[in-house]
């Protein structure tokens, strides 16, 4: 089993790390700035290498009550996907990514 997890950061910047098992709710929760997490709808592929591979998405469950800054990276990644929501919903906050080997992603 092989995945990765990356964090993308409200001023765009992303860290990446690799991972043999699905991480913990801890570590999304700590991803995503605390609290609860919310997985976004939509974001079910990431490109890597021009191919789309599976992933899945979370963001912080009450980032726009908390007044985070729009992440405006994850949005323009997240309305590639999911055009429909342009013009009607942005991300806030920090936003994780999980992505892996078939085994890794059905342990999601």
């Known amino acids: 089993m092989k995945g990765f ?3 993308i950061a409200v001023d765009g910047k992303t860290t990446s790390r690799e991972l ?4 913990p709710l801890e570590v999304l ?3 995503v700035g605390g609290g609860h997490i919310e997985h976004i709808p939509y974001w079910d592929t990431i490109m890597l290498l ?3 591979h599976p992933a899945c998405a979370f963001c912080h ?8 800054d729009v992440n405006w990276k994850a949005t323009v990644l ?4 999911a055009p ?3 013009g009607q919903d942005v991300l806030c906050g920090p936003v ?6 078939p085994e890794f992603m059905a342990d999601i």
């Open 50 to 52: 021009d191919l789309p």
């Open 96 to 101: 994780v990514v999980l992505y892996g080997d």
């Open 29 to 31: 929760r700590e991803g």
């Open 78 to 81: 997240w309305h590639a996907q």
């Open 84 to 86: 429909h929501m342009a």
């Open 20 to 23: 043999d098992k699905v991480p």
């Open 5 to 7: 997890i990356t964090t």
């Open 61 to 68: 469950e009450e980032s726009k009550l908390n007044g985070m």
